[in-house]
């Protein structure tokens, strides 16, 4: 798969191929990352989660990296399927109660 | 079932109207937030509360306002000085301790 940044909003990809999705913060002090899927006209739902003391976690077909360094998180998925098709939001904290939301990436998965 | 509620689904506004949106939760979460989504972008903080009868600002507070009378229940009411109302609204809960926030199904609010 390719990998883009929230700055190209659309990420397109073969079925069955890797994804890949970037996400730039912004707060360095930013201590807890998460990522959401949201299909059209519903709500986000949570997919993974990483707090700062780590720069990797697996889930289910995904994993999400954190480098620090360059404040840079990407979410990958495995082996995409045409229910992957979504728009994913990245989100940071620094704080327990509020969580700051990137503008999305939707991504398209080419039968 | 257990999860976050909103209702209606499709919820339509006359100019000078005040309208209300729902949103319950039987998680027993804490802590209560309601977002606003615009077509292709991202949620935006309208109103949070983290515990019954207290609730702060967010970001973009003006011409909304809300009430935590119950721990299951965190009503938005869009008020006629919300100039321009039609978006999607968005609740989401979370329990004390934890920042992962849970959202419901979203309310579409069209203006006629």
Redesign the interface.
Same mark, same amino acid.
């Given at each position: 798969g390719e990998s883009v940044g929230l700055h190209l909003p659309t990420l397109s990809v073969q079925e069955g191929d890797n994804s890949i999705i970037n996400c730039a913060y912004s707060n360095s002090a930013s201590d807890y990352f998460i990522w959401y899927k949201q299909e059209s006209g519903k709500g986000p739902q949570f997919i993974i989660d990483i707090r700062s003391n780590m720069d990797k976690r697996q889930g289910q077909r995904v994993t999400v990296l954190l480098n620090k360094t360059v404040k840079h998180l990407s979410l990958q998925i495995a082996a995409t399927q045409p229910g992957d098709s979504a728009v994913y939001f990245c989100a940071e904290s620094s704080s327990s109660y509020k969580l700051i939301f990137g503008s999305g990436t939707r991504l398209l998965v080419r039968p | 079932d257990g999860g976050?509620t /909103?209702s209606p689904k499709y919820l339509f506004r006359k100019e000078g109207q005040n309208v209300t949106l729902s949103c319950e939760q039987n998680l027993n979460h804490d *802590?209560m937030y309601w977002y606003r989504q615009d077509p +292709?972008?991202?949620?935006?903080?309208i109103y949070?509360s /983290?515990i019954v009868n207290d609730f702060q600002k967010g970001d973009i507070a003006e011409g909304y306002s809300v009430s935590r009378e119950k721990k299951e229940s965190f009503p938005l009411t869009v008020t006629s000085a919300q100039k321009n109302p039609t978006a999607f609204y968005?609740c *989401?809960s979370r329990t004390s301790? /934890?920042?992962? /926030?849970?959202?419901?199904? +979203?309310t579409?609010l069209l203006v006629l």
């Open positions: - | 976050i /909103q *802590a +292709g972008q991202g949620l935006r903080l949070y /983290q968005l *989401a301790g /934890q920042e992962t /926030q849970y959202f419901g199904p +979203g579409r």
